[in-house]
Protein backbone atom coordinates (compact mmCIF):
# COMPACT_ATOMS: atom_id res chain seq x y z
CA UNK A 1 0.00 0.00 0.00
CA UNK A 2 1.01 3.42 -0.91
CA UNK A 3 2.76 5.28 2.47
CA UNK A 4 0.44 8.15 1.81
CA UNK A 5 -2.91 6.11 0.89
CA UNK A 6 -4.36 6.61 4.36
CA UNK A 7 -3.38 10.61 4.61
CA UNK A 8 -4.70 10.93 1.14
CA UNK A 9 -8.10 9.24 2.01
CA UNK A 10 -8.82 10.57 5.38
CA UNK A 11 -8.30 14.17 3.89
CA UNK A 12 -10.98 13.21 0.68
CA UNK A 13 -13.46 11.33 2.91
CA UNK A 14 -13.33 14.29 5.33
CA UNK A 15 -13.73 17.02 3.11
CA UNK A 16 -16.74 15.31 1.44
CA UNK A 17 -18.31 14.96 5.33
CA UNK A 18 -17.87 18.49 5.75
CA UNK A 19 -19.37 19.93 2.15
CA UNK A 20 -22.18 17.45 2.03
CA UNK A 21 -23.50 18.62 5.36
CA UNK A 22 -25.91 21.28 4.82
CA UNK A 23 -26.19 21.43 8.55
CA UNK A 24 -22.34 21.86 8.58
CA UNK A 25 -22.53 25.15 6.44
CA UNK A 26 -25.59 26.57 7.62
CA UNK A 27 -24.19 27.04 11.05
CA UNK A 28 -21.11 28.82 9.47
CA UNK A 29 -22.64 30.81 6.80
CA UNK A 30 -24.07 33.55 8.96
CA UNK A 31 -20.92 33.57 11.44
CA UNK A 32 -18.89 33.80 8.23
CA UNK A 33 -20.85 36.59 7.03
CA UNK A 34 -20.92 38.76 9.59
CA UNK A 35 -17.07 38.31 10.20
CA UNK A 36 -16.30 39.04 6.94
CA UNK A 37 -12.43 39.54 6.09
CA UNK A 38 -11.39 37.25 9.60
CA UNK A 39 -14.34 34.38 8.44
CA UNK A 40 -11.51 31.84 7.97
CA UNK A 41 -11.31 31.77 12.16
CA UNK A 42 -15.21 31.33 11.91
CA UNK A 43 -14.54 28.05 9.60
CA UNK A 44 -11.59 26.68 11.82
CA UNK A 45 -13.10 27.28 15.05
CA UNK A 46 -16.07 24.87 13.84
CA UNK A 47 -13.72 22.30 12.75
CA UNK A 48 -11.58 22.40 15.80
CA UNK A 49 -14.95 22.21 17.82
CA UNK A 50 -16.03 19.32 15.43
CA UNK A 51 -13.23 17.08 16.11
CA UNK A 52 -13.21 17.57 19.59
CA UNK A 53 -17.22 16.47 19.59
CA UNK A 54 -16.37 13.30 17.76
CA UNK A 55 -13.48 12.73 19.53
CA UNK A 56 -15.38 12.63 22.72
CA UNK A 57 -18.50 10.35 21.32
CA UNK A 58 -16.22 8.18 20.14
CA UNK A 59 -14.41 7.97 23.57
CA UNK A 60 -17.86 7.51 25.06
CA UNK A 61 -19.18 5.28 22.67
CA UNK A 62 -15.71 3.06 23.19
CA UNK A 63 -15.77 3.22 27.06
CA UNK A 64 -19.33 3.23 27.80
CA UNK A 65 -21.41 1.83 24.94
CA UNK A 66 -23.20 -0.61 27.73
CA UNK A 67 -23.83 2.03 30.73
CA UNK A 68 -24.21 4.95 29.07
CA UNK A 69 -27.06 5.22 26.18
CA UNK A 70 -24.63 7.12 23.60
CA UNK A 71 -27.07 6.85 20.61
CA UNK A 72 -29.93 8.70 22.35
CA UNK A 73 -27.10 11.52 23.58
CA UNK A 74 -26.09 11.99 20.21
CA UNK A 75 -29.67 11.93 19.21
CA UNK A 76 -30.76 14.46 21.85
CA UNK A 77 -27.37 16.75 20.18
CA UNK A 78 -28.80 15.94 16.70
CA UNK A 79 -32.09 18.15 18.01
CA UNK A 80 -29.85 20.56 19.85
CA UNK A 81 -28.48 21.26 16.90
CA UNK A 82 -31.14 22.21 14.85
CA UNK A 83 -32.70 24.08 17.62
CA UNK A 84 -29.16 26.35 18.02
CA UNK A 85 -29.57 26.47 13.55
CA UNK A 86 -32.48 28.07 14.25
CA UNK A 87 -31.62 30.36 17.12
CA UNK A 88 -29.09 31.21 14.48
CA UNK A 89 -30.74 32.50 11.97
CA UNK A 90 -32.96 34.69 14.17
CA UNK A 91 -30.07 36.27 15.47
CA UNK A 92 -29.24 37.24 11.92
CA UNK A 93 -32.79 38.32 11.00
CA UNK A 94 -32.60 40.69 14.90
CA UNK A 95 -29.54 41.94 13.45
CA UNK A 96 -30.72 42.89 10.31
CA UNK A 97 -33.75 44.57 11.98
CA UNK A 98 -31.70 46.58 15.02
CA UNK A 99 -28.84 48.10 11.98
CA UNK A 100 -32.17 48.95 10.06
CA UNK A 101 -33.84 50.65 12.85
CA UNK A 102 -30.69 52.56 13.69
CA UNK A 103 -30.05 53.56 10.56
CA UNK A 104 -33.64 55.25 9.54
CA UNK A 105 -33.95 58.56 11.25
CA UNK A 106 -34.96 62.07 9.39
CA UNK A 107 -33.62 65.05 10.44
CA UNK A 108 -35.37 68.29 9.78
CA UNK A 109 -34.16 71.63 10.82
CA UNK A 110 -35.78 74.34 8.36
CA UNK A 111 -38.36 75.98 8.87
CA UNK A 112 -39.27 76.92 5.66
CA UNK A 113 -36.93 74.94 3.30
CA UNK A 114 -35.60 71.23 3.51
CA UNK A 115 -31.81 71.39 4.04
CA UNK A 116 -29.88 68.50 2.99
CA UNK A 117 -26.70 68.16 4.78
CA UNK A 118 -24.27 65.62 6.31
CA UNK A 119 -23.65 64.79 9.72
CA UNK A 120 -19.47 64.73 10.46
CA UNK A 121 -18.89 61.95 12.71
CA UNK A 122 -16.06 62.55 15.95
CA UNK A 123 -13.43 59.71 15.03
CA UNK A 124 -12.32 59.40 18.42
CA UNK A 125 -14.04 56.62 18.88
CA UNK A 126 -12.65 54.45 16.85
CA UNK A 127 -10.31 52.74 19.29
CA UNK A 128 -13.73 51.56 21.07
CA UNK A 129 -15.13 50.37 18.11
CA UNK A 130 -12.20 48.26 17.51
CA UNK A 131 -12.46 46.62 21.05
CA UNK A 132 -16.15 46.24 20.01
CA UNK A 133 -15.47 44.40 17.10
CA UNK A 134 -12.73 42.42 18.61
CA UNK A 135 -15.04 41.42 21.34
CA UNK A 136 -17.96 40.20 18.45
CA UNK A 137 -15.87 38.00 16.96
CA UNK A 138 -14.81 36.63 19.96
CA UNK A 139 -18.10 36.06 20.41
CA UNK A 140 -18.32 34.29 16.85
CA UNK A 141 -15.57 32.30 17.26
CA UNK A 142 -16.78 31.13 20.44
CA UNK A 143 -19.83 30.13 19.29
CA UNK A 144 -18.63 28.80 16.38
CA UNK A 145 -16.52 26.19 18.23
CA UNK A 146 -19.47 25.05 20.55
CA UNK A 147 -21.42 24.25 17.42
CA UNK A 148 -19.05 22.37 16.27
CA UNK A 149 -18.78 20.32 19.11
CA UNK A 150 -22.80 19.98 19.18
CA UNK A 151 -22.22 18.70 15.49
CA UNK A 152 -19.20 16.32 16.27
CA UNK A 153 -21.47 14.69 18.98
CA UNK A 154 -24.77 14.78 17.24
CA UNK A 155 -24.73 11.16 15.34
CA UNK A 156 -22.55 8.04 16.48
CA UNK A 157 -22.17 7.90 12.55
CA UNK A 158 -19.65 10.23 13.21
CA UNK A 159 -17.28 7.58 15.38
CA UNK A 160 -17.72 5.11 11.66
CA UNK A 161 -15.57 7.41 10.41
CA UNK A 162 -12.83 6.53 12.57
CA UNK A 163 -13.12 2.90 11.58
CA UNK A 164 -10.68 2.51 8.90
CA UNK A 165 -8.07 3.08 11.40
CA UNK A 166 -8.55 -0.64 12.47
CA UNK A 167 -7.83 -1.96 8.67
CA UNK A 168 -4.56 -0.72 8.46
CA UNK A 169 -1.31 -2.55 8.71
CA UNK A 170 0.37 -0.48 11.65
CA UNK A 171 0.26 2.22 13.65
CA UNK A 172 1.78 4.87 11.46
CA UNK A 173 -0.79 4.03 8.86
CA UNK A 174 -3.40 4.58 11.20
CA UNK A 175 -1.91 7.59 12.74
CA UNK A 176 -1.42 9.12 9.24
CA UNK A 177 -5.31 8.84 8.93
CA UNK A 178 -6.50 10.07 11.91
CA UNK A 179 -3.94 13.62 10.88
CA UNK A 180 -5.64 13.14 7.20
CA UNK A 181 -8.97 13.00 8.85
CA UNK A 182 -8.68 16.35 11.48
CA UNK A 183 -6.30 18.63 8.81
CA UNK A 184 -9.46 17.78 5.93
CA UNK A 185 -12.36 18.98 8.25
CA UNK A 186 -10.22 21.97 9.88
CA UNK A 187 -8.92 22.75 5.72
CA UNK A 188 -12.63 22.47 4.41
CA UNK A 189 -13.97 24.09 6.59
CA UNK A 190 -11.90 27.41 6.82
CA UNK A 191 -11.78 27.31 3.12
CA UNK A 192 -15.38 27.82 2.84
CA UNK A 193 -16.11 30.59 5.89
CA UNK A 194 -12.81 31.96 4.01
CA UNK A 195 -14.98 32.02 0.62
CA UNK A 196 -18.30 33.07 1.96
CA UNK A 197 -15.92 35.85 4.46
CA UNK A 198 -14.99 37.25 1.08
CA UNK A 199 -18.07 37.32 -0.63
CA UNK A 200 -19.53 39.57 2.12
CA UNK A 201 -16.21 41.60 2.28
CA UNK A 202 -16.53 42.41 -1.27
CA UNK A 203 -20.12 43.06 -1.59
CA UNK A 204 -19.38 45.86 1.84
CA UNK A 205 -16.06 47.42 -0.09
CA UNK A 206 -18.57 48.08 -3.34
CA UNK A 207 -21.13 49.75 -1.15
CA UNK A 208 -23.56 47.32 -2.40
CA UNK A 209 -25.80 47.43 0.28
CA UNK A 210 -28.87 45.55 -0.93
CA UNK A 211 -26.18 42.52 -2.39
CA UNK A 212 -25.01 42.42 1.28
CA UNK A 213 -27.95 42.53 3.02
CA UNK A 214 -29.36 39.81 1.08
CA UNK A 215 -26.24 37.66 1.24
CA UNK A 216 -26.98 37.86 5.18
CA UNK A 217 -31.14 37.21 4.84
CA UNK A 218 -30.19 34.13 2.39
CA UNK A 219 -27.61 32.73 5.16
CA UNK A 220 -30.20 33.29 8.01
CA UNK A 221 -33.01 31.89 5.96
CA UNK A 222 -30.51 28.83 5.41
CA UNK A 223 -29.85 28.42 8.98
CA UNK A 224 -33.51 28.37 10.34
CA UNK A 225 -34.50 25.84 7.17
CA UNK A 226 -31.84 23.36 7.83
CA UNK A 227 -32.41 23.81 11.35
CA UNK A 228 -36.05 22.98 11.20
CA UNK A 229 -35.71 20.30 9.25
CA UNK A 230 -32.74 18.63 11.70
CA UNK A 231 -35.08 19.43 14.58
CA UNK A 232 -37.90 17.11 13.42
CA UNK A 233 -35.99 15.11 11.15
CA UNK A 234 -35.38 13.16 14.24
Known sequence: M????????????SILHV??????????????????????????????????????????????????????????????VGVVL????????YRLFKEDKKHRHLHVHSENEPIIHKHEHDHSHDHLHHHKHDKKLKQSNLASLSIGVLHGLSGVSHFLLFTPVAS???QSESLLYIIGFSLGIIIAMTTFA???????????NEHNDTLFVGIRLAGGLFAIIIGVYWLFSV
Open 19 to 80: ITGPDHLAAVIPFAIESKKKAWKIGLFWGIGHLLGMLLVGVLFLLFKVLIPVEKISNYSEQL
Open 86 to 93: IFTGIWVF
Open 194 to 204: FVIGKIASFSK
Open 168 to 170: FGN
Open 2 to 13: DATFPLTAALIT
